[in-house]
């Protein structure tokens, strides 16, 4: 079983930048497609940034120029460099391989607040 757990989340203002981390057991991140996803108050779990196993990455337009995902492969670890945060960037979120690995395999993730 694959243990994925978020950190780095905070309450911040509007503008202001936050890195998130998710460390992984096993090698997964090195071999798989690994994304971030957020869920907001009242909405569904949606991915916000994608990284392939050969580094290609994409963005949805809500958050292009502003995210960015990185990994390093030795610490099986993935980032999310947020820059810009806006108040409907809040959210708990969460990393995982894209597609999912399992309905059980979500982390508890990390709340991102941000408010002035």
């Known amino acids: 079983q694959v243990r994925l757990v978020e950190s780095g989340g905070d309450l911040v203002q509007p503008g202001g930048s936050l890195r998130l981390s998710c460390a992984a057991s096993?090698?997964?991140?090195?071999?798989?497609?690994m994304a971030w996803y957020r869920r907001a108050p009242g909405k569904q779990r949606e991915w916000v940034a994608i990284m392939t196993s050969g580094g290609t990455t994409t963005y949805p337009d809500s958050v292009k120029g502003r995210f960015t995902i990185s990994r390093d492969n030795a610490k099986n670890t993935v980032y999310l460099q947020m820059n810009s945060l806006k108040p409907e960037d809040t959210a708990v979120y969460y990393c995982?391989?894209?597609?999912?690995?399992?309905?059980?395999?979500w982390g508890q993730g990390t709340q991102v607040t941000v408010s002035s």
């Open positions: 096993g090698s997964i991140v090195s071999r798989s497609t």
């Open positions: 995982n391989t894209r597609p999912v690995l399992s309905p059980s395999s």
